[in-house]
């Protein structure tokens, strides 16, 4: 017990030392903050009375060898520090306490630099799987200004290192967030990385650290062998040998539109691997590189190698051979790829029939989609655009998608169109030849869930307005409460836009809208793709069916139980200092 004549600024008088030594506990409030303070032993300790784990109080609770338990979920804390003994309840606050002239004075000032506890405890919550401690570390880092790369890195690190078999759907749905960062409300921000580290963190439960395979030892290796060892390793599924050629380019100094170019030609040396995840796993992780600048590069690229690797291949798949082979027709359209490509250099950037060709893409006839796209090449279509078009009329099987269809597929719908959107983002960063045969292959896959579009959902029409489009968006949450809703919501969302509604505000709401939903793959997949899409059709009439497509997506995922935005609503209003659980006046 200290005893002093000298008060900081920081020092507020608590309680008189013989109330607290009569009664054993008391609790108080002094400057918005209730305090606990228990007297044992001949010490006085002073700590938050809200319980860090779920806020509730810790006045009343039994102390007992410096220890006191919360009577709620039986967390235990030291008394003296407030550090818990139970990680999942994080460390509760404890205040300096001093005693003059009979007077408790308890120091209010911080005890700790709350970034570096934060980060700590995020690492905690992605060890240990923790949700409602990711939310808390989520919410805190980002009301601290750090920036949501930071804490993005902190969770890519962690899942890239920490994998049953490399890259898969928690990284890709944490990127995905990072990706939809910009077109969200400030109050989903943290929100999205929540949802997205949890789904790292579930990912990586109970995972074994990866061990990454060293580079060649000679920097004497051009690019063409390596990406020619990579190629041919991963055509034998030697994950080993496929991952030493990749850190070698790495540690070579080869570009970032080299190493792109090895893994999303690997990629396309099969036909639509994984119903396109692979590629789509790829185009994500180079897109998490590029939000931390690439910094340490070696273990996201490492994480790639077994996906693409042990993936299965659709030529293997009878849907791909019969009654139509369409591995057959492909691979003849590649050969005439090349020559295409030069036919048409005079002409690029002056190809204008788009409606013809999305036509042929979402007709029946493979013969003829392959021939329209290598016409559209010839005629000067540039990469870029022949790969929009095609995420463009993959968007539209899912736009008019009908519902009477079986509920599974709308996955079916949903996997050409992220495959499509990661060819075409690809793409945009390597236009090479190798990577245009996956535009190719994802026409095909368009093409083979035509079915599902028999008879085809009406699209909403722009005539269909209001004068007042924002009133419209009131609406959206009620839609998305109740099932089976799907064309309802494409209408309303048809009709915003139709009627001159912001894009953006649009775009805020649905992604809102998924935020509170328990967390879903292809949704977030879904989301993030149309987002994507759209803003690269330049926000025109044209885009509108690709907001509808994944509005009608969301609500047929939706509602869900929502278990995980009560945690994040948990942690969020601890966050405030809400008295959760105390009586108030």
């Known amino acids: 017990m200290t005893h002093t004549s000298v008060q900081p600024k920081s020092l507020v008088r608590a309680a008189s030392f013989a109330e607290l030594q009569e009664k054993g506990q008391l609790l108080v409030r002094l400057h918005q903050q209730t305090i606990a303070l228990f007297y044992s032993h001949d010490r006085i300790y002073a700590i938050d009375n809200r319980c860090p784990h779920m806020g509730f109080p810790l006045h009343?609770?039994?102390?007992?060898?410096?220890?006191?338990?919360?009577?709620?979920?039986?967390?235990?804390?030291?008394?003296?520090?407030?550090?818990?003994?139970?990680?999942?309840?994080?460390?509760?606050?404890?205040?300096?306490?001093?005693?003059?002239?009979?007077?408790?004075?308890?120091?209010?000032?911080?005890?700790?630099?709350?970034?570096?506890?934060?980060?700590?405890?995020?690492?905690?919550?992605?060890?240990?799987?923790?949700?409602?401690?990711?939310?808390?570390?989520?919410?805190?880092?980002l009301d601290l200004g750090v920036q949501p790369t930071e804490t993005f890195q902190v969770g890519l690190t962690f899942g890239t290192r920490y994998h049953k078999a490399g890259w898969d759907t928690g990284l890709t749905m944490l990127t995905c967030m990072m990706n939809i960062m910009p077109y969200l409300d400030e109050s989903d921000r943290p929100r999205a990385l929540y949802q997205g580290l949890s789904a790292v963190a579930r990912d990586s439960a109970s995972a074994p650290p990866h061990f990454r395979v060293h580079p060649l030892p000679t920097a004497n290796l051009d690019f063409p062998t390596l990406k020619a060892w990579f190629r041919q390793f991963i055509e034998q599924r030697d994950n080993e040998a496929?991952?030493?050629?990749?850190?070698?380019?790495?540690?070579?100094?080869?570009?970032?539109?080299?190493?792109?170019?090895?893994?999303?030609?690997?990629?396309?040396?099969?036909?639509?691997?994984?119903?396109?995840?692979?590629?789509?796993?790829?185009?994500?992780?180079?897109?998490?590189?590029?939000?931390?600048?690439?910094?340490?590069?070696?273990?996201?690229?490492?994480s790639l190698v077994a996906p693409?690797?042990?993936?299965?291949?659709?030529?293997?798949?009878?849907?791909?051979?019969?009654?139509?082979?369409?591995?057959?027709?492909?691979?003849?359209?590649?050969?005439?790829?090349?020559?295409?490509?030069?036919?048409?250099?005079?002409?690029?950037?002056?190809?204008?029939?788009?409606?013809?060709?999305?036509?042929?893409?979402?007709?029946?006839?493979?013969?003829?989609?392959?021939?329209?796209?290598?016409?559209?090449?010839?005629?000067?279509?540039?990469?870029?655009?022949?790969?929009?078009?095609?995420?463009?009329?993959?968007?539209?099987?899912?736009?008019?998608?009908?519902?009477?269809?079986?509920?599974?597929?709308?996955?079916?719908?949903?996997?050409?169109?992220?495959?499509?959107?990661?060819?075409?983002?690809?793409?945009?960063?390597?236009?090479?030849?190798?990577?245009?045969?996956?535009?190719?292959?994802?026409?095909?896959?368009?093409?083979?869930?035509?079915?599902?579009?028999?008879?085809?959902?009406?699209?909403?029409?722009?005539?269909?307005?209001?004068?007042?489009?924002?009133?419209?968006?009131?609406?959206?949450?009620?839609?998305?409460?109740?099932?089976?809703?799907?064309?309802?919501?494409?209408?309303?969302?048809?009709?915003?836009?139709?009627?001159?509604?912001?894009?953006?505000?649009l775009m805020a709401i649905l992604a809102k809208l998924m935020l509170r939903e328990n967390r879903d793959f292809h949704v977030i997949q879904s989301v993030e793709a149309a987002f994507r899409l759209y803003t690269q059709l330049s926000e025109s009439y044209e885009g509108v069916p690709v907001l509808v497509a994944t509005a009608r997506y969301l609500a047929a995922h939706a509602p869900t139980m929502r278990s995980q935005e009560q945690t994040y609503m948990m942690a969020y209003r601890l966050h405030r200092g809400d008295r959760l659980f105390e009586e108030t006046e």
């Open 60 to 141: 009343g609770s039994v102390c007992k060898d410096g220890i006191v338990t919360c009577p709620w979920h039986y967390a235990r804390f030291d008394l003296a520090s407030g550090g818990t003994f139970d990680s999942w309840a994080d460390d509760v606050r404890s205040f300096p306490v001093q005693i003059e002239n009979g007077e408790i004075w308890i120091d209010l000032a911080p005890q700790v630099d709350a970034k570096t506890h934060q980060q700590q405890r995020l690492q905690d919550g992605l060890e240990q799987g923790i949700s409602l401690v990711i939310a808390k570390s989520a919410i805190a880092l």
């Open 308 to 505: 693409l690797a042990n993936a299965t291949r659709m030529e293997e798949s009878s849907s791909w051979r019969y009654p139509v082979d369409l591995v057959a027709i492909l691979l003849t359209a590649f050969e005439q790829l090349p020559a295409a490509l030069e036919s048409g250099q005079s002409q690029r950037g002056n190809w204008t029939q788009p409606t013809e060709l999305i036509s042929v893409l979402l007709g029946d006839n493979p013969q003829a989609i392959a021939d329209s796209l290598l016409n559209a090449v010839r005629s000067g279509c540039t990469e870029v655009q022949l790969a929009q078009i095609v995420a463009y009329a993959a968007a539209l099987r899912v736009a008019r998608f009908n519902t009477n269809n079986d509920h599974g597929d709308w996955n079916s719908a949903h996997h050409p169109f992220t495959f499509a959107n990661a060819v075409h983002q690809g793409i945009r960063r390597v236009p090479t030849v190798e990577l245009l045969r996956g535009v190719f292959n994802a026409a095909m896959s368009v093409y083979l869930n035509r079915f599902l579009n028999v008879p085809p959902a009406r699209l909403p029409q722009p005539k269909d307005t209001v004068a007042d489009p924002e009133s419209l968006l009131s609406s959206l949450p009620e839609l998305l409460d109740r099932q089976q809703q799907v064309n309802e919501t494409g209408r309303l969302v048809a009709q915003y836009l139709y009627s001159g509604g912001q894009p953006e505000r």
């Open 242 to 302: 496929a991952e030493r050629c990749l850190m070698t380019a790495v540690q070579s100094g080869m570009s970032r539109t080299q190493i792109a170019s090895m893994l999303f030609t690997a990629a396309t040396d099969h036909r639509y691997l994984d119903v396109g995840h692979v590629l789509d796993f790829i185009n994500k992780a180079l897109e998490a590189l590029d939000a931390i600048d690439w910094q340490e590069p070696e273990p996201v690229l490492a």
